[in-house]
């Protein structure tokens, strides 16, 4: 495990550039079917480009970077707030700094970004480091 010392980068989480068939699947596993997601006919009809990626995926991609760095029992609270969407075929990078480590829990600073430098989904999540 990475210490979680103040300061600390953490190892990011690089997920695969997310395709349309990346959010068909995640549409059925989180019940998001929302069309905007999956048709591009109704993701023009709404002045977009191309469908986009649900806000949740990205969470799940920061769960899954949290769950590497502790195990799921030590995750104290986790909260984040969307800033930009995720197009398809955009690749999301998760990351995480300690940002402090007080009577043996580290709070994590968690960002969301594409290869761009867009940040998608902005965060912060308290572990028990025991």
């Known amino acids: 495990m990475t210490a979680l010392t103040e300061g600390a980068e953490l190892p990011?989480?690089?997920?695969?550039?997310?395709?349309?068939?990346?959010l068909a699947l995640f549409a059925g596993a989180s019940g998001d079917h929302n069309p905007i997601h999956l048709d591009l006919d109704v993701a023009?009809?709404?002045g977009l480009e191309d469908v986009f990626a649900q806000g949740m995926l990205s969470m799940a991609y920061l769960g899954r970077l949290l769950t590497e760095l502790v195990?799921?029992?030590?995750?104290?609270s986790w909260q984040v707030r969307f800033s930009a969407i995720t197009?398809?075929?955009a690749r999301p990078t998760c990351t995480a700094r300690v940002a402090s480590v007080v009577d043996g829990q580290a709070t994590l600073d968690l960002t969301v970004a594409?290869?761009?430098?867009?940040?998608t989904l902005t965060g912060d999540a308290v572990v028990d480091l025991d």
């Open 12 to 22: 990011p989480l690089a997920a695969e550039p997310i395709s349309r068939t990346t």
């Open 44 to 46: 023009r009809s709404a």
């Open 71 to 76: 195990p799921q029992e030590r995750i104290r």
């Open 87 to 89: 197009p398809v075929h």
């Open 114 to 119: 594409l290869d761009d430098g867009t940040v």
